[in-house]
């Protein structure tokens, strides 16, 4: 059976940003990585973060498992291949490009000595990783500029989250419990303290410790969940602006076109017309 690929329509090649951009992304079902037997050298950088089924990692200096929280991370003209076992993987994929990836490459940020980054947590980084997969690229130099950075500081994380001692159940518990409760039931208010008081924490610890794990605060994660789920009913449902407001939580259309329109550079009708 034939992968099942989606990517955002917008996700295609633009014209650079000054610091960096991304070229691509999406998210592939039941997929196969590359022909057995072939090694590939990518002109770009490149990420594939999966996040469910088995496969293997293989250049002239590994031979490695990959699993279900495994990110490959590609590197210009770096001879690889990997590829899933027998049934396929799901994963997530960004290609991107530009000479802040370039400098944290020559400062071992980034090291083709360490192409898989092992044992992430699914749940929290399928979330942070959705945001460059499902959302349009930027149409400006300054926007597509801050996309890359955003890129590498996630890449930086998840190089020190994957550096990290194994959490133990109860770690990785408080963080999957936070983010199921951030993004459920969009359309209403959150009182944050009552999520720091269902995962145990007292609510200071908890948003310290959420923005240490997440790279970002716990309103910004709502947020930017809501703003995803309203890219999902531009693409797919035939509702009005003010519908998707409601449904979604903004206070009413103009505070969602405005916040829109910040992350994206597009109004909701914009993104909806190019399509």
Known sequence: MSPKRSAHPEAA????GRLGQVLVAG????????????SRRHPTWGLTFVTAGTGRYRDAAHDETIRAGTLVLVHPGHPHWYGADHGGWDELFVVFDGVVFELAGRRGALSPARPLLQGLAVPYWRHRLTAFTDRPRPAD??????????????????TAAASAPNPGPHEVGWLERSLELLGADLADDLDLHTVAAEVGLPYETWRRRFRAAAGTSPYAHRRARRL??????LVH????????AAATGFSDERHLIRRFRQSTGLTPRAFRDHR
């Open 13 to 16: 090649r633009v014209t650079g």
């Open 27 to 38: 998210r592939i079902t039941g997929g196969g990585g590359l022909p057995v037997g072939t």
């Open 141 to 158: 130099v300054d926007r597509r500029d801050a996309e890359a950075l955003d890129l590498l500081a996630a890449l930086l994380d998840a």
């Open 228 to 233: 995803a789920a309203v890219t999902d009913l």
């Open 237 to 244: 449902t035939g509702l009005g602006v003010r519908d998707i």
